[in-house]
């Protein structure tokens, strides 16, 4: 099993910064794939950033490209968002999901680890 721990949300006005971690612990070789979702009340989750361990391109979602940045401390299975200039439509609870074969923003169902979540309040 693997165990994921977010940290990091809290509140923001917008136009501000806020920077996400989350920590895995467990049977971490299995990971493949570390990314960020997120859900809106009343939304469906979406993926916001995700990215294949030791290396490769990272994938955004549109709507946050140029403003958040996924990363990892090398050596440990550490996965970071980076959120700048922050905007109202961004408050939601954030989850951190792990992946043992995909790596994408597509359907949640491939990630099989998923963190509690954490909440992100942008105020306008």
């Known amino acids: 099993q693997v165990q994921l721990m977010e940290s990091g949300g809290g509140s923001v006005e917008a136009g501000g910064s806020l920077r996400l971690s989350c920590v895995a612990s467990?049977?971490?070789?299995?990971?493949?794939?570390m990314a960020w979702f997120r859900q809106a009340p009343g939304k469906d989750r979406e993926g916001v950033a995700a990215?294949?361990?030791?290396?490769?391109?990272?994938y955004y979602i549109d709507s946050v490209m140029g403003r958040f940045t996924i990363s990892e401390d090398s050596g440990d299975y550490s996965r970071y968002l980076q959120m700048n200039n922050l905007k109202p439509e961004d408050s939601a609870t954030y989850y951190c999901?792990?992946?043992?074969?995909?790596?994408?923003?597509?359907?949640?169902?491939?990630?099989?680890?998923w963190g509690q979540g954490i909440q992100v309040t942008v105020s306008s």
């Open positions: 990215r294949w361990f030791g290396g490769g391109a990272p």
């Open positions: 467990g049977n971490t070789d299995k990971i493949k794939c």
């Open positions: 999901a792990a992946s043992v074969t995909f790596c994408g923003l597509g359907t949640p169902s491939t990630y099989v680890y």
